[in-house]
């Protein structure tokens, strides 16, 4: 069976509709790649939310605002400098690793406040860890700070972690740093679908892309993608505050 058809059959199985959200990292200024990603999102009327680095970002990253964007692009925080902080034998992670927690609480406050200002409205109050990873002791910080909503990659461990707003589906193989594959995306998509039709995990299905380093095919499953739940009725594109809901 064709994989696209595969999507169909599975998304026709939902009683109500499916709820998805795109989230995008690493950006930090206007580049070429940002300028693609942002067509996308106006061309298919889908909202990307920006991982944007606070420590990193540029004058440039302002493009987002113009009345083209705006409807169409949200901030999110993507922790503080986007550097590892990892002890020998850990894999690499910022937010925990070898620093103090709390050096770590105030850095992310002085962050949020950045991209708060720079960014008003189209600013929303969810932390990015860089690599998705995170200090269990900093997480429990995470609202005295401000933060509604955490998003790594992958299902919680409590499939009612209700705090968490996480993306599941990732485009890059990142062993090989290239498109991961159509077939395997897709089957990805279905097995993640299927396990939140029969389970209690009730969470938007998210998406996940890096412009920075897409691609041909990247880009070109993107337009393949947006094309094909832009067809199908039962998908459901969330964007916004509508991410505190979840």
């Known amino acids: ?32 790649a940002l300028q693609k990603l942002l067509t996308i999102a106006q061309r298919y009327s889908t909202a990307v939310h920006l991982a944007v680095i606070p420590q990193r970002l540029q004058p440039s990253l302002s493009i987002i605002k113009t009345p083209a964007n705006q409807p169409y692009c949200y901030v999110l925080q993507h922790g503080i400098e986007h550097l590892s902080h990892a002890l020998p034998e850990q894999r690499k992670i910022e937010l ?68 968490q707003v996480n993306v599941h589906i990732d485009i890059i193989n990142w062993k090989r740093r290239c498109f991961a594959g159509e077939a395997t995306i897709l ?5 993640h679908l299927q396990f939140q039709r029969t389970s209690a995990y009730a969470q938007p299905c998210g998406l996940m892309t890096h412009h920075l380093d897409h691609d041909l095919q990247c880009w070109q ?25 979840n």
Not at 119 to 132: A, C, G, K, T
């Open 1 to 32: 069976m064709d994989n696209w058809q595969a999507l169909r059959d599975e998304l026709d199985k939902w009683p109500q509709p499916v709820q998805f959200w795109w989230r995008d990292d690493d950006a930090i200024e206007d580049t070429q």
């Open 96 to 163: 925990g690793g070898s620093q103090d927690i709390s050096v770590l609480a105030a850095q992310l406050g002085i962050g949020r406040q950045r991209l708060k200002a720079e960014f008003e409205r189209q600013y929303l109050d969810i932390l990015v860890p860089p690599w998705n990873r995170i200090a269990a002791q900093l997480v429990k910080q995470l609202p005295q700070i401000g933060y509604r909503k955490l998003s790594v990659l992958g299902v919680p461990k409590e499939l009612d972690s209700a705090y």
């Open 187 to 191: 089957g990805k998509l279905i097995e």
């Open 221 to 245: 499953f993107l337009d393949k993608f947006f094309s094909f739940c832009q067809g199908h009725s039962q998908i459901q594109w969330l964007s916004g505050e509508a991410l505190y809901a």
